[in-house]
């Protein structure tokens, strides 16, 4: 119950900051990408995405098959229905962790192909990245060069979950480089304004 709950508060609060994105409120900076880019990006992410799923599918392969060995060592005639349910168990999360990313990149395919930037979040492909509810904090942002230009946004994860950095790379097209420039100092003025304030209540 408390998990679903806290879900829900997520899911709501996720709403509202997409709503308030398109609604171009706070607005930093907007800028449309060709299909060859934006695929490009959904693929990188996809890739990064299979990564993550394959290391929590070698946790999860690891605990299963040690509780499978388990049930069958200390039960070796009832133990094997037992066994069995969990080789179907490991099966489904090999299905759930090749199949998920996928059905994922498809969803932001069809996503508009643009990246927008406001105080709060950004929006990029299909894709939706908060940082600023009171839990996590805006670290900092900065073009950052490369093969393709990239305005890079630092936060920090909400305390629950160990305050973890964390970041996003928005791709940045030629043409866009101005409007990324003007988002990262506003971003970079967000974060100096948020830092002065803590300081100032301490």
């Known amino acids: 119950m408390l998990a679903a709950s806290v879900a829900a508060a997520i899911a709501w609060r996720r709403a509202r900051t997409a709503e308030r994105l398109l609604a171009g409120?706070?607005?930093l900076a907007r800028w449309a990408y060709a299909?060859?880019?934006?695929a490009a990006y959904l693929d990188s992410l996809l890739a990064e995405e299979r990564r993550a799923c394959r290391r929590l599918l070698r946790i999860a392969g690891v605990l299963v098959a040690a509780a499978s060995i388990l049930s069958v060592t200390l039960d070796p005639r009832g133990g094997r229905p037992t066994h069995l349910a969990f080789?179907?168990?490991l099966l489904a999360l090999v299905v759930?962790?090749?199949g998920a990313p996928r059905l994922l990149r498809a969803q932001r395919g069809k996503a508009a192909a643009e990246a927008v930037v406001s105080s709060e979040a950004a929006y990029v492909a299909g894709t939706?990245?908060?940082?600023?509810p009171s839990d996590k904090r805006l670290r900092g942002a900065t073009l950052v060069p490369g093969e393709v230009l990239a305005l890079r946004i630092a936060y920090s994860a909400s305390a629950w979950s160990g305050g973890a950095e964390l970041g996003l790379s928005v791709p940045v097209p030629p043409g866009a480089e101005p409007a990324a420039a003007s988002a990262a100092r506003a971003l970079q003025g967000?974060?100096?304004r948020a830092s002065a304030h803590r300081a100032h209540s301490i």
Do not use: F, H, I, K
């Open 25 to 27: 409120r706070n607005v």
């Open 35 to 38: 299909p060859a880019e934006a």
């Open 87 to 89: 080789l179907g168990l």
């Open 96 to 98: 759930a962790t090749e």
């Open 128 to 132: 939706l990245t908060s940082w600023a």
């Open 190 to 192: 967000e974060r100096d």
